[in-house]
């Protein structure tokens, strides 16, 4: 169908985010890839490396290049598969956005790390001790911490599916970020039906 077609009903935005989480290395824990946001909502805030999906780009191809633009991470260097969609109202206060998320287990954390484009900063961060995070991030970190200890990745180093878990059970509660508003009603469609 060629032109535009458009919806009487509200539609969400998309984005994708990256849970990228080093292997354990000798006496370093596994690590967990953040970024620094360098503007609002969460200015100055800790997050995944993310962002919104580009028109007539695939989630997958989204990912991989928010992933780099933010971290300067080789994509190549990264197996990235996708966790799940994150989308409930108010998990975002610039409007109604669902996110995809990814994740990935990485050998090292020497993945060449720098923050680029709006990122502000980007560091490894203990799992077990991460900052408060942006947005419910700290839900989406929960279930990816979850769906990687799944993985055979991390049956394959002995008692990192144990510390994946631990890490997640940390998290429980609440995902709201510091001063932002819990979930609200969702947006009330006002013609029949789906």
């Given at each position: 169908?060629?032109?535009?077609?458009?919806?009487?009903?509200?539609?969400?935005?998309?984005?994708v985010?990256?849970?990228?989480?080093?292997?354990?290395?000798?006496?370093?824990?596994?690590?967990?890839?953040?970024?620094?946001?360098?503007?609002?909502?969460?200015?100055?805030?800790?997050?995944?490396?993310?962002?919104?999906?580009?028109?007539?780009?695939?989630?997958?191809?989204?990912?991989?290049?928010?992933?780099?633009?933010?971290?300067?991470?080789?994509?190549?260097?990264?197996?990235?598969?996708?966790?799940g969609a994150?989308?409930?109202?108010?998990?975002d206060?610039?409007?109604?956005?669902?996110?995809v998320?990814?994740?990935?287990?990485?050998?090292?954390t020497?993945?060449?790390?720098?923050a680029a484009?709006d990122?502000?900063?980007?560091?490894?961060?203990?799992?077990?001790?991460?900052?408060?995070l942006?947005?419910?991030?700290?839900?989406?970190?929960?279930?990816?911490?979850r769906h990687?200890?799944?993985?055979?990745?991390?049956?394959?180093?002995?008692?990192?599916a144990?510390?994946?878990?631990?890490?997640?059970?940390?998290?429980?509660?609440?995902?709201?970020?510091?001063?932002?508003?819990?979930?609200?009603?969702?947006?009330?469609?006002?013609?029949?039906?789906?």
């Open positions: 169908m060629a032109g535009n077609f458009t919806y009487e009903y509200p539609r969400p935005a998309v984005t985010d990256a849970l990228i989480v080093s292997k354990p290395n000798g006496s370093t824990p596994p690590q967990l890839l953040l970024i620094k946001r360098k503007h609002p909502p969460f200015k100055d805030g800790w997050a995944l490396p993310g962002g919104f999906v580009d028109e007539g780009e695939g989630l997958d191809t989204a990912a991989a290049r928010e992933l780099q633009e933010e971290t300067s991470v080789d994509p190549s260097s990264v197996s990235l598969s996708q966790v994150f989308g409930d109202p108010g998990r206060p610039r409007g109604w956005t669902i996110t998320a990814y994740a990935a287990l990485v050998p090292t020497n993945l060449g790390v720098k484009d990122a502000k900063d980007a560091r490894w961060f203990d799992i077990s001790a991460l900052p408060a942006a947005f419910d991030h700290k839900l989406v970190v929960r279930s990816s911490l990687l200890a799944k993985q055979p990745a991390a049956a394959s180093v002995a008692g990192l144990a510390l994946l878990e631990a890490a997640a059970e940390k998290l429980e509660g609440p995902w709201q970020a510091d001063g932002q508003a819990g979930p609200h009603d969702a947006p009330k469609r006002t013609k029949g039906g789906l």
